[in-house]
């Protein structure tokens, strides 16, 4: 713990020594934990305001703060009167995948698309003939749905 307070390392949850120089966690609408302070009554770095004021404000006084569990998610620190400081855990976004991977699955769908292409061109030359007549009959229908008459054989 260095001089402020503050736990960078440890996995222990961060405390204070001293009794009357508590922990100071702000809290928002929600239990959303805003600002803390870990000299909040501190001469040089304190808040410069009485406990009672600074409850007034919405801080609340513990004497730890709980370590988040990062195998859960990304934790939110809440309070509650009834559960004191806890997390609300959040699903960390998978990572983008690599470019890599990205051209893989891109060379992979030109490959399957060239492949449909190929066998396009095959149909369309062993059945050129019936195409012919079917693209007719097509034609007959499109014209008699749009109002307009059969072709002239």
């Not at 492949?115 to 499109?142: C, F, P, S, W």
Request: charged letters at 25%; proline letters at 8%.
């Amino acid at each position: 713990m260095d001089k402020l307070g503050i736990s960078l390392l440890s996995k222990d949850p961060i405390t204070k020594e001293s009794g009357d120089n508590m922990i100071a966690v702000k809290t928002e609408l929600g239990g959303r934990t805003g600002n803390v302070h870990y000299m909040p009554f501190d001469p040089t770095y304190g808040l410069g305001k009485t406990k009672e004021e600074l409850e007034a404000e919405g801080y609340v006084f513990v004497e730890s703060i709980p370590e988040p569990d990062p195998s859960q998610g990304y934790g939110e620190l809440f309070y509650s009167p009834e559960q004191g400081l806890y997390y609300k855990y959040r699903p960390i976004p998978e990572p983008p995948e690599p470019e890599e991977t990205q051209l893989q699955k891109a060379q992979k769908q030109i490959a399957e698309l060239e492949g449909r292409t190929k066998l396009l061109e095959y149909n369309l030359q062993t059945t050129g003939e019936t195409l012919d007549i079917h693209e007719g009959a097509i034609v007959d229908v499109m014209n008699l749905a749009l109002g307009g008459s059969l072709r002239e054989s």
